[in-house]
T-cell receptor, first 112, second 111 residues
Framework: TQLLEQSPQFLSIQEGENLTVYCNSS?????LQWYRQEPGEGPVLLVT?????EVKKLKRLTFQFGDARKDSSLHITAAQPGDTGLYLC????????????FGAGTILRVKS | DAGVTQSPTHLIKTRGQHVTLRCSPI?????VSWYQQVLGQGPQFIFQ???????GRGNFPDRFSARQFPNYSSELNVNALLLGDSALYLC??????????FGPGTRLLVL
């Protein structure tokens, strides 16, 4: 069982559509991070959410941390082909030696 | 400023061989971490080094080892390669031990 469960695993949408991807856990986290990884590249940090219920916006991307700090969502408005990539959530967890643990990711493909 | 650099970019080895992967952190970063990312999965933590000392180790066999040099660059060594070691190996550097900046990775194929 993964510490962080991401859904859906794969999403293929048309340019201009909205989408939401999820990151869920039964554990409580002090913070949670979202990364985007493009083919042939390493993950790039998009945002860190810290406070339960927190909402952060990064242009067309909206990140929310659950009130109980167990889950998070990423909403993209009017998706563009440049949003294509692997979206990963990650968190530090004491049971894992307080090292960064990643979910399996959501592969997003935006077609023009 | 240059980001995290890794070499080589791609590598093909056969089972039983040894491999050394290299990483240069962002200037000023004293921490380097290594991750393994197999196809369809997120990165899995292997090692973290800070100021040349190992600070953490993930659930990997002793065939995996690493070290950090005085200039903060790092090497990841894998002995007795298995087919299952085929993966993208990512290096990340950090200034504050929390925010990780990843390199492009080394793609290793074991035949």
């Amino acid at each position: 069982t993964q510490l962080l469960e991401q859904s859906p695993q794969f999403l293929s949408i048309q340019e201009g559509e909205n989408l939401t991807v999820y990151c869920n856990s039964s554990s409580v986290f002090s913070s949670l991070q979202w990364y985007r990884q493009e083919p042939g590249e390493g993950p790039v940090l998009l945002v860190t959410v810290v406070t339960g219920g927190e909402v952060k916006k990064l242009k067309r991307l909206t990140f929310q941390f659950g009130d109980a700090r167990k889950d998070s969502s990423l909403h993209i408005t009017a998706a563009q082909p440049g949003d294509t990539g692997l979206y990963l959530c990650a968190a530090y967890h004491m049971e894992y030696g307080n090292k960064l643990v990643f979910g399996a990711g959501t592969i997003l493909r935006v077609k023009s | 400023d240059a980001g995290v650099t890794q070499s080589p970019t791609h590598l093909i080895k056969t089972r039983g061989q040894h491999v050394t992967l290299r990483c240069s952190p962002i200037s000023g970063h004293k921490s380097v971490s290594w991750y393994q990312q197999v196809l369809g999965q997120g990165p899995q933590f292997i090692f973290q080094y800070y100021e040349k000392e190992e600070r953490g180790r993930g659930n990997f066999p002793d065939r995996f080892s690493a070290r950090q040099f005085p200039n903060y660059s790092s090497e990841l060594n894998v002995n007795a390669l298995l087919l299952g070691d085929s993966a993208l190996y990512l290096c990340a550097s950090s200034f504050d031990l929390e925010t990780q900046y990843f390199g492009p990775g080394t793609r290793l194929l074991v035949l």
